[in-house]
């Protein structure tokens, strides 16, 4: 069992950053590969990043070069620092336990032009 509680989201203007945490309680075992996923109003969840517990990352063509995605094992916690942030990048980002399969809540990122 593990729960995931994402904050960090907010309101941003286009160009602007944003960094997503991700914390985690239980199991360490459900830390050992995690993923950002996000959906927008009318759209399916898409995969945005993840890491696995070699430290190996991987990214959506639509994020490369712009987000980066980091692990504090110590603080079980997961981030996504979001930069030069567009329109399109508005959704609600979830994180997920890849291992356990268990998703947190979401948090709200709004990118205005």
């Known amino acids: 069992q593990v729960q995931l509680v994402e904050y960090g989201g907010g309101s941003v203007q286009a160009g602007g950053s944003l960094r997503l945490s991700c914390d985690a309680y239980g199991y360490t075992y459900c830390m050992h590969d995690m993923s950002w996923y996000r959906q927008a109003p009318g759209k399916e969840r898409e995969f945005v990043s993840a890491i696995d517990s070699n430290g190996r990352t991987t990214y959506a063509d639509s994020v490369k070069g712009r987000f980066t995605i980091s692990q504090d094992n110590a603080k079980a916690t997961v981030y996504l620092h979001m930069n030069n942030l567009k329109p399109e990048d508005t959704a609600m980002y979830y994180c997920?336990?890849?291992?356990?399969?268990?998703w947190g809540q979401g948090t709200q990122v709004t990118v205005s032009s």
């Open positions: 997920k336990s890849v291992p356990c399969d268990y």
